[in-house]
């Protein structure tokens, strides 16, 4: 450890240095204890800093049990309290941000004695309380579900809590099953914190909630506050997602099919062609397809036509549900809307391989030959999919002319030996 002006080191726990400024160049600077004595970790894991100087007028450095044994004296005896305790070993400290969260980590047990250290640290150490420090303290005093603590400290540093605090007490509630306790603190934010109810605020709230399976208090919430903040589309999105996460298809497919959409034409929300191409896909991932093709259908009372994107989410859900009839009048109809030049090989293809997924190979054929009709030469890939399925099917006969006019059209398409199955 040097000596004088200048950087020095602080040793925490007995083991990592953490550099940190040193104010003052008098006296012998004292060394970190390495051997922390238990009463300090009761305050801070042990973290001690250098240049204490030694109390009376002879300066001299103490052995190290001496050390050990003056502070367990004082600390058992109550006669260092814990402002005398943060002057004895931090007077010399030049605290940010990244000490503090250093500190923290090696604090585990120091419990509330921690907003003691960023009290004193604020008002004699020259740190600026900030958002991003603050949140530390908050995520710290979570772990230890010291949630009383938090509304004290969030309360005294009110003019300090931003987002980050703001988000780290709602996501730490969450975390601990408190979700009508979050709602409540959301709810008193304004008044109590002066964080306003907007949608980032909101969308903290929704997130929270939903990443810990609570996604019917948030829907409440939402329809709680419309009036303040509507949904935007990450918060719908977000609820959606809530909702499938925890297995309640049928709750998300209300919510896509009908809560979303009806409120946003309440509110004025602009419903134009992307607004309804999310939904509609979102319905499709599910499976919900029934409920795609209302919505669907419902576009064009609102004075809106699906785009190409809509089209495909659609033809690829239809042919997965084994609706092949109702998929082929989706690809007519999405031709006759002047769309036809996104269905190009690479889509033909995608409804081609959905259809032998789910063994449809006869209208997997149908769709080949469509394909081939609109002038769209198929590659390797179709040509082999197709010859592999027509030879499990017991179909070598129409495999092997496959695979012919494969060869023909110079599709180099490699030849497979597949083991048929006897039909009895």
């Known amino acids: 450890m040097q000596r004088g002006k200048g950087k020095d080191g602080v040793r925490i726990d007995g083991g990592r240095e953490v550099a940190h400024e040193v104010v003052g160049d008098e006296g012998d600077e004292e060394a970190a204890l390495a051997d922390a004595s238990v009463a300090d970790q009761e305050y801070l894991e042990g973290v001690t800093a250098a240049n204490a100087r030694p109390r009376g007028g002879t300066h ?30 931090f007077s010399n400290v030049r605290f940010d941000t990244s000490l503090l969260a250093e500190i923290l980590n090696l604090s585990h047990e120091a419990g509330r004695s921690v907003i003691d250290l960023y009290r004193w640290i604020v008002r004699y150490r020259s740190f600026t309380p900030s958002d991003a420090s603050l949140s530390l303290v908050v995520h710290f005093l979570a772990r230890h579900k010291d949630f009383k603590a938090i509304d004290s400290l969030l309360s005294e540093f009110r003019r ?61 919430a939402v329809k709680q506050y419309a009036t303040e903040v509507f949904p935007d589309e990450g918060i719908c999105n977000a609820l959606i997602r809530g909702w499938c996460n ?47 093709m209302k919505t669907f259908r419902r576009m064009s009372e609102w004075g809106w036509s699906p785009d190409a994107e809509t089209y495909l989410a659609l033809i690829r859900s239809l042919y997965q549900a084994a609706r092949v009839s109702v998929g082929d009048e989706m690809v007519g109809w999405m031709r006759s809307t002047g769309f036809g030049d996104q269905l190009d090989r690479k889509a033909y293809y995608g409804f081609v391989k959905i259809l032998c997924g789910i063994e449809r190979v006869e209208h997997a054929m149908k769709v080949f030959r469509m394909m081939k009709g609109y002038g769209h030469a198929p590659g390797v890939k179709t040509y082999s999919l197709l010859i592999e399925k027509l030879a499990t099917h017991n179909q070598g006969d129409r495999a092997n002319a496959l695979f012919k006019e494969a060869v023909a059209r110079r599709v180099p398409v490699t030849p497979r030996c597949i083991r048929l199955t006897r039909v009895m």
């Not at 049990?65 to 006669?79: E, F, L, P, V, Y």
């Not at 975390?175 to 109810?197: C, V, Y």
């Not at 939903?210 to 409440?220: I, K, S």
């Open 160 to 220: 300090t809590v931003g987002p980050l605090a703001f988000r780290a007490s709602l996501e730490r509630l969450a975390r601990a099953g408190r979700h009508t306790q979050a709602l409540r603190f959301f709810d008193a934010a304004p008044t109590e914190l002066g964080i306003q109810r907007d949608a980032a605020a909101l969308s903290s709230l929704v997130s929270t909630l939903v990443e810990h399976e609570f996604p019917g208090h948030a829907e409440g």
């Open 60 to 89: 001299h450095r103490p052995k190290s049990k001496q050390r050990k044994a003056m502070i367990d004296h004082q600390n058992n005896n109550g006669s260092l309290d814990l402002p005398s305790y943060f002057y004895l070993h």
């Open 246 to 292: 925890t297995g309640k298809l049928e709750e998300a497919r209300r919510l896509m099919a009908e809560k979303i959409l009806l409120e946003m034409e309440a509110s004025g929300i602009p419903r134009d062609a992307e607004t309804f191409r999310v939904l509609i896909s979102n319905l499709c991932k599910i499976r919900m397809t029934e409920d795609a």
